[in-house]
């Protein structure tokens, strides 16, 4: 006998089998029970949810001789006669290949005549939404007024495609898409009756891929067991092309990091691994789906599909992100998907990869928004720690007096939860030579190991150490970025780094030379002075 695939072999015989549907099968089999036959339905969802199959088990309980509660006894004459498909009664029509408007036309003069056997003569009809404008102006009339022996049962994908005037002469039935945790049920069921090892992580993991679908599902258990091996996460992730958990954890944190060299190497070594990039890039989409979620659903059941431990290694990633971050990427990966039909796809998502981990590509308004946003904390933190001048008071209320401006006003510990600099009390004058970190290189290039980003921005810098800080003099205004953002990373990755280095671990600070008394002895060269600190 030839092997039949599991999705066949598993394929519902009753109502009371159908998994997910519910809200459907319940209304359908009340109405056979009580023999309210409609002349028309309507089954819409997406694929793999049960619309062919429910349709098939209605058109057998509309003629079982036995019906038990709504549902087909599978036992007299016409449940096997439909089942074996020697009915011929029981016509099935794929519309996407007899959508002309003679194939509808042929079906009109055939629905006059009586059942030879059955009690209704039922008319499936799938992909309905296929058919063309004649063959829908044809069915029409038939709708309208249909013999009281026949039944019709649209089935669509694409209800929005279907007219007005069918879509209000059908009993509409929406098919949900199957719950995770159902299909993850009956795939555990199908694995013990086919004597598979199928782990728990592996059938939630054929569950997520299959999007609520059953069919889907089944068919990836199907790809699965041809292995002959025990089926774990491992097995799912190869029979289906996907990248897998940790490569996606990785991606993640290479566009969190800014790594862009990082990103193409894990990119070339999934291709060279034959990972679809346009699976790949509906994974990653998916991946900070979930960092969204995780984000924004503090209370009750996330809407997540994944292991337990996954699940830990995503709240700890989604940590590093803010939610205007994650939705400036899901943009981006969007606007990507959008071109891969047609495009490079390697090329593509190695463009898309580079813009994600390098900010200034950007184009899009998320992104102008987070940068805009950037400069306006940089302006507002400029505007705090500018000096007020004093208006000067009446000439016999006046004391001449002239006052050194020197200094550091701000120190690097800043809170994440206000990443406005704070001015520091303390002042530190620094001089050339003063204090200059001579293992500055070596720290730089521990750096360069562990946070590429910030090494890459740190070159051609110098560092002082005074008053227990680690002053950095650099000229470049990334760096000031990088180390005020939200995120302590950077920070920590210096400090981690310099302790290494030195046996010590020191705060840090912006490095400003000690500027002569003659510059400074006018208060607005003070000001301007200070400006210039701050790069303005």
């Given at each position: 006998m030839a092997y039949q695939a599991l999705y066949r072999k598993y394929r519902p015989?009753?109502?009371?089998?159908?998994?997910?549907?519910?809200?459907?099968?319940?209304?359908?089999?009340?109405?056979?029970?009580?023999?309210?036959?409609?002349?028309?339905?309507?089954?819409?969802?997406?694929?793999?949810?049960?619309?062919?199959?429910?349709?098939?088990?209605?058109?057998?309980?509309?003629?079982c001789k036995n019906p038990q509660g709504g549902n087909p006894c599978g036992e007299c004459d016409m449940c096997r006669m439909i089942l074996s498909g020697e009915a011929t009664d029981i016509v099935e029509i794929d519309a996407a290949s007899n959508n002309g408007v003679?194939?509808?036309?042929?079906?009109?003069?055939?629905?006059?005549?009586?059942?030879?056997?059955?009690?209704?003569?039922?008319?499936?009809?799938?992909?309905?939404?296929?058919?063309?404008?004649?063959?829908?102006?044809?069915?029409?009339?038939?709708?309208?007024?249909?013999?009281?022996?026949?039944?019709?049962?649209?089935?669509?994908?694409?209800?929005?495609k279907l007219p007005a005037t069918i879509l209000s002469r059908c009993q509409r039935f929406d098919f949900r898409r199957i719950d995770s945790e159902v299909i993850?049920?009956?795939?555990?069921?199908?694995?013990?009756?086919?004597n598979l090892k199928l782990t728990d992580d592996a059938a939630t993991l054929i569950a997520a891929a299959a999007d609520g679908g059953m069919r889907d599902a089944l068919s990836i258990l199907d790809l699965c067991a041809a292995s002959g091996e025990e089926i774990d996460e491992a097995a799912v992730a190869a029979?289906?092309?996907?990248?897998?958990?940790d490569y996606l954890i990785s991606m993640a944190d290479y566009i969190n990091n800014s790594d862009s060299e990082g990103a193409l190497i894990l990119l070339d070594k999934l291709h060279n691994s034959s990972v679809d990039m346009s699976r790949l890039l509906i994974e990653l989409t998916s991946h900070f789906r979930d960092l969204m979620i995780i984000k924004t659903v503090t209370s009750g059941k996330r809407p997540i599909v994944c292991s337990k431990a996954h699940l830990k290694a995503l709240e700890k990633q989604a940590d590093k992100f803010t939610l205007q971050e994650v939705l400036a990427i899901m943009n981006i990966l969007q606007n990507a998907a959008a071109l891969m039909p047609e495009a490079n796809r390697r090329a593509l998502m190695e463009m898309t990869v580079l813009r994600l981990c390098t900010p200034k590509l950007r184009?899009?308004?998320?992104?102008?928004?987070?940068r805009v946003a950037a400069l306006e904390a940089q302006g507002a933190s400029v505007k705090e720690k500018a000096p007020v001048l004093n208006r000067r008071e009446p000439e016999e209320n006046h004391i001449s007096s002239t006052k050194t401006v020197t200094g550091l006003e701000k120190a690097d510990e800043v809170s994440p939860e206000t990443p406005q600099e704070v001015p520091d009390k303390q002042e530190e004058n620094i001089?050339?030579?003063?204090?200059?970190?001579?293992?500055?290189?070596?720290?730089?290039?521990?750096?360069?190991?562990?946070?590429?980003?910030?090494?890459?921005?740190l070159e051609g810098s110098a560092a002082y150490i005074q008053g227990g800080r680690l002053l950095i003099d650099t000229k470049s205004t990334q760096f000031k970025t990088l180390v005020n953002g939200a995120s302590p990373m950077?920070?920590?990755?210096?400090?981690?780094?310099?302790?290494?280095?030195?046996?010590?671990?020191?705060?840090?600070?912006?490095?400003?030379?000690?500027?002569?008394?003659?510059?400074?002895?006018?208060?607005l060269a003070a000001f301007e002075e200070k400006l210039k600190s701050f790069e303005v």
């Open positions: 015989k009753t109502f009371s089998d159908v998994c997910g549907q519910e809200h459907i099968t319940k209304i359908l089999k009340s109405e056979v029970e009580s023999d309210k036959i409609g002349h028309a339905y309507l089954f819409t969802g997406t694929r793999g949810t049960g619309k062919t199959t429910c349709a098939k088990i209605l058109s057998r309980a509309v003629n003679d194939s509808i036309r042929e079906l009109r003069e055939q629905v006059v005549f009586s059942p030879a056997m059955a009690k209704y003569r039922v008319y499936i009809i799938d992909e309905v939404h296929m058919l063309s404008s004649g063959a829908f102006n044809a069915l029409l009339k038939t709708l309208e007024e249909p013999p009281e022996h026949v039944v019709f049962i649209l089935a669509t994908t694409e209800v929005h993850s049920e009956r795939l555990k069921y199908v694995a013990s009756k086919e029979a289906c092309s996907m990248a897998g958990n184009n899009d308004i998320e992104s102008l928004e987070m001089t050339e030579g003063d204090g200059r970190v001579e293992k500055w290189q070596e720290i730089i290039e521990v750096l360069r190991v562990k946070s590429p980003l910030i090494a890459g921005v950077y920070r920590e990755a210096i400090k981690n780094a310099a302790e290494e280095v030195l046996g010590k671990r020191y705060n840090l600070g912006p490095y400003r030379k000690k500027v002569p008394e003659s510059e400074i002895s006018d208060p």
